[in-house]
Every structure is written in C-alpha cells, then in structure tokens.
C-alpha cells in the first residue's frame, strides 16, 4: 500500500511568524515530494492561523497551498482536513474548491488492520476553564452568526490580531514542553479513553506543538506532531509501522 501521512499545526498565514511565506513554500514542497506516495494526507487542525468563510467571500492567500490540496485530490489522494481551535470556522468552501474531506470531530478509522484516533485535540480533557468558555463562544452557531455581520476586512483583521496575540503571549512563541503522562491533558485523556475502546492502535493529536511518541500499552501508542513552525514534522505509517519525523527538504525517505 501507499503511504499514509498525518501532520498538524502549520498556522499559515499568522503574523507572529516572520518567515510565514518561506514556511507555506516549505509546506507545499513536503507535499509536492509526497503525491506520489500517499494514498492519504490527513491534517489535524489548525493549518491556518485563521480562518473564515462569508458566503461570498475567504482569506486571500495560501494559493500555493491550496492549489497543490486540489493538486492532490484530483490525482486521487484523499486529504482530510481536521478544524482546530484557530481555524474552527470552515464552511464548505475547502470540500467544494479543493476536494479535501472535512472533519469537525475526533475520528476514529482502520487503515491496513490498526485502528487510528484521529483528532486536533483541542477540548479532550483540557482543565483550563478559560479554555472551555472560549471554545464554547467559538463554536457558537449565534456568534458565528453575530460575527458574519462583521464586513471582512475587519472580521478577518480582528482575528489574525487575536491569533497573534495568543501566540505572542507564550515564552518565545513556544508551547511549554513535555510536562509528563500526569500533566499532559492529551495522554490523560487517551488513557481514559483506552479503557472503553481497546482496540485503538495509534491515538494522533496535534495542537500542543510538541513531538511526542508515547507508548500507552503494547499495543497502543499515543502521537503529538509536533508543528510547522518549530519542527517541520509529520508522521507517516507505511502500512505496518507508523514513524514520527522532521521534513529535511529534498531527503523524504518515507
């Protein structure tokens, strides 16, 4: 079989990363040496900074990076496309222009006999009650409403400066690093979710920009993928094993 490749937090588009334009170049190289090789590209949240749809109208840019998705999917690979918590507001506009298939919701699938949960991860066990509140008013079907009304030019600035702003706040632009299987929200998480679904082989997350490859049992391995701003990374499972790696341009392996 092909080659199945999972990767995650690329933030196109955000103004607190001044290399944001050699960055998509980077991104869309990865994919333009992996189309021959994949059956299937899944995105796990995230990719854009930001991200709105009007009904007539979307976030200029990113045309190298969507015309190489449509590029894609017309030659056949499936790309599954996974809302984050930054670019929650994806209508139809992706599924229609670029092929991809959408998903809103963790997703659990079997590729090649091993079962694969698949999800962003924002929202799965997360403690921060801040957190809670703000996903509940983003994922608001009368906000997103209140929030169409806004014209595009100030709708679209408002939120690349408040996607800036949340990055800015964090020490050097960066996550926190590992905090340890008590402290991650995302393995607490995956481990209770183990106990009543057993079956899972392969738990895959991105939000937290950290590289993790984690074994939860046996049989079970939980994934973090890292980002494309930090880490180039990007997981990709042969059909037997699943490997977690860094993009080095010109020198994809797998």
């Not at 995105?43 to 009904?55: H, N, S």
């Not at 894609?72 to 507001?89: A, K, M, P, R, S």
């Not at 340890?180 to 057993?198: A, M, Q, V």
């Not at 993928?225 to 392996?253: C, K, R």
């Amino acid at each position: 079989m092909k080659n199945i490749y999972f990767l995650s937090d690329a933030h196109l588009g955000s103004r607190a990363i001044k290399h944001k334009r050699t960055q998509e170049r980077k991104l869309v190289r990865f994919l333009d040496e992996i189309k021959d090789k994949a059956s299937a590209v899944y995105l796990l949240g995230d990719i854009f900074d930001f991200w709105y749809e009007y009904k007539e109208v979307v976030p200029k840019g990113y045309t190298r990076f969507l015309g190489k998705l449509s590029e894609l999917t017309d030659n056949g690979v499936e790309v599954h496309f996974f809302i984050g918590n930054h670019d929650i507001w994806c209508d139809d506009y992706l599924e229609k222009e670029c092929g991809v298939i959408m998903h809103r919701s963790p997703f659990t699938t079997e590729i090649n006999g091993k079962v694969f949960y698949l999800a962003h991860g924002d929202g799965l066990g997360d403690p921060s009650k801040t957190f809670k509140i703000l996903r509940k008013m983003f994922h608001s079907r009368f906000l997103k409403w209140c929030y169409s009304n806004l014209h595009p030019r100030w709708g679209i600035d408002f939120g690349l400066s408040w996607a800036k702003h949340s990055r800015e706040k964090r020490v050097n632009g960066k996550d926190p690093d590992y905090l340890g299987e008590n402290k991650e929200f995302l393995i607490r998480y995956s481990k209770d979710y183990l106990k009543e679904h057993p079956d899972i082989n392969f738990f895959i997350y991105g939000h937290r920009h950290i590289m993790l490859d984690l074994m939860l049992s046996r049989d079970t391995r939980a994934i973090i993928l890292g980002d494309w701003i930090n880490y180039f990374s990007y997981a990709v499972f042969d059909g037997e094993h699943l490997f977690l790696e860094q993009y080095l341009e010109g020198d994809t392996q797998l």
